[in-house]
């Protein structure tokens, strides 16, 4: 170890402020950078479930009014010749 | 043929590799990056001109090579995006220009934070600090330009054209300390000669600089995943991989 205790290292020989302001804005800015890939992964993998969710609502709505509307043909159908 | 071959193939490939690659990156980069750091600020010898200051160097030069060799790699996929239309490649493009849009950013700060005690300024007006904002801006223009863009075909081609553009910056960004007078100092290992450093000051560098380059690396693998995931957002693969992921997180 260079430095012959701990408040002499974090002193720098009078330097700390400037030496520890550019440590630890580096780790902030590479932290940020690090949480932010991390965390639009999870909210994109997220849009993608919910993107799923809201494509097999829309294919299930058709679908029932696709048969509401058959069903309702069948049924004048039937109507008209029962009249 | 490739193209014809492996148009769906393909970035599900590259997505299961960035996976596979990124725990190493990760790891490794993690390690040799706090192992250097400690090394350069608490166990290397002190400076006889700069004393304690010129540790912020274990910082401030691999930020700032970083940021030219970031700047590169996103030029080159820029080009390979242009000529051979490789859509995967303006994805590593804009993985990459956040990445080095930060790392520029921390070599303008540790700068400053290190021209204040050595020079008496945080900030002045010549050529290697001015040209190397200019490179910030740069990295900056590429997001936005890709951004501005709704169509992603049409956004990759803009952005990387102002990628390659700006490659003009980098020779500027690294003669400026020769081309005019400047407060910078010249280079100390990136020449033609041997390092103007002692050892046991040199291999801390050197070593952060690999530490840097592998956590970028990590966080490249990552922001492609990203990029990838984005542009296929409606591919059952990516649906499948939501819901395997989704799986997972619940039964933890």
Same mark, same amino acid.
């Given at each position: 170890?260079?430095?012959?205790?701990?408040?002499?290292?974090?002193?720098?020989?009078?330097?700390?402020?400037?030496?520890?302001?550019?440590?630890?804005?580096?780790?902030?800015?590479?932290?940020?950078?690090?949480?932010?890939?991390?965390?639009?992964?999870?909210?994109?993998?997220?849009?993608?479930?919910?993107?799923?969710?809201?494509?097999?609502?829309?294919?299930?709505?058709?679908?029932?009014?696709?048969?509401?509307?058959?069903?309702?043909?069948?049924?004048?159908?039937?109507?008209?010749?029962?009249? | 043929?490739?193209?014809?071959?492996?148009?769906?193939?393909?970035?599900?490939?590259?997505?299961?590799?960035?996976? &596979?690659?990124?725990?190493?990156?990760?790891?490794?980069?993690?390690?040799?990056?706090?192992?250097?750091?400690?090394?350069?600020?608490? +166990?290397?010898?002190?400076?006889?001109?700069?004393?304690?200051?010129?540790?912020?160097?274990? #910082?401030?030069?691999?930020?700032?090579?970083?940021?030219?060799?970031?700047?590169?790699?996103?030029?080159?996929?820029?080009?390979?995006?242009?000529?051979?239309?490789?859509?995967?490649?303006?994805?590593?493009?804009?993985?990459?220009? /956040?990445?080095?849009?930060?790392?520029?950013? @921390?070599?303008?700060?540790?700068?400053?934070?290190?021209?204040?005690?050595?020079?008496?300024?945080?900030?002045?007006?010549?050529?290697?600090?001015?040209?190397?904002?200019?490179?910030?801006?740069?990295?900056?223009? @590429?997001?936005?330009?890709?951004?501005?863009?709704?169509?992603?075909?049409?956004?990759?081609?803009?952005?990387?054209?102002?990628?390659? @553009?700006?490659? #003009?910056?980098? /020779?500027?960004?690294? +003669?400026?300390?020769?081309?005019?007078?400047? =407060?910078?100092?010249?280079?100390? #290992?990136?020449?033609?000669?041997?390092?103007?450093? /002692?050892?046991?000051?040199?291999?801390?560098?050197?070593?952060? #600089?690999?530490?840097?380059?592998?956590?970028?690396?990590?966080?490249? =693998? =990552?922001?492609?995943?990203?990029?990838?995931?984005? &542009?296929?957002?409606? &591919?059952?693969?990516?649906?499948?991989?939501?819901?395997?992921?989704?799986?997972?997180?619940?039964?933890?």
């Amino acid at each position: 170890m260079h430095f012959e205790d701990i408040s002499s290292f974090l002193d720098m020989g009078g330097y700390g402020l400037y030496v520890w302001l550019s440590f630890g804005a580096a780790t902030l800015s590479l932290l940020v950078l690090w949480l932010d890939s991390f965390f639009s992964k999870r909210t994109l993998l997220t849009q993608v479930l919910t993107e799923q969710i809201r494509q097999a609502r829309i294919k299930a709505a058709a679908e029932q009014s696709a048969t509401a509307q058959q069903s309702a043909t069948a049924e004048q159908r039937t109507n008209g010749e029962t009249i | 043929m490739w193209k014809w071959l492996h148009p769906y193939a393909k970035t599900e490939r590259t997505y299961h590799l960035c996976q &596979r690659l990124l725990p190493w990156f990760s790891v490794l980069g993690l390690a040799v990056i706090l192992f250097a750091t400690v090394w350069g600020l608490a +166990y290397a010898p002190t400076d006889y001109q700069q004393s304690e200051a010129y540790r912020i160097i274990y #910082i401030h030069v691999p930020s700032a090579v970083l940021s030219k060799s970031l700047y590169s790699a996103m030029a080159i996929a820029a080009f390979i995006g242009l000529v051979w239309q490789v859509k995967t490649s303006f994805m590593a493009m804009m993985a990459l220009a /956040p990445i080095g849009a930060t790392v520029t950013f @921390v070599s303008l700060v540790t700068g400053a934070a290190w021209g204040k005690p050595m020079w008496g300024t945080w900030w002045e007006w010549d050529a290697r600090l001015t040209s190397q904002l200019i490179l910030l801006f740069l990295f900056l223009g @590429v997001i936005s330009l890709y951004k501005a863009f709704e169509d992603k075909q049409q956004a990759g081609k803009a952005a990387g054209v102002m990628a390659i @553009v700006g490659v #003009i910056n980098l /020779p500027i960004i690294h +003669y400026s300390v020769e081309w005019w007078n400047t =407060l910078h100092q010249g280079a100390t #290992i990136m020449k033609f000669d041997k390092p103007s450093m /002692p050892t046991e000051m040199l291999w801390p560098l050197l070593l952060s #600089i690999l530490g840097w380059a592998l956590v970028s690396a990590a966080i490249f =693998l =990552l922001r492609m995943q990203n990029e990838i995931i984005q &542009r296929e957002l409606r &591919r059952p693969w990516v649906q499948n991989l939501a819901n395997k992921n989704a799986s997972l997180s619940e039964g933890k």
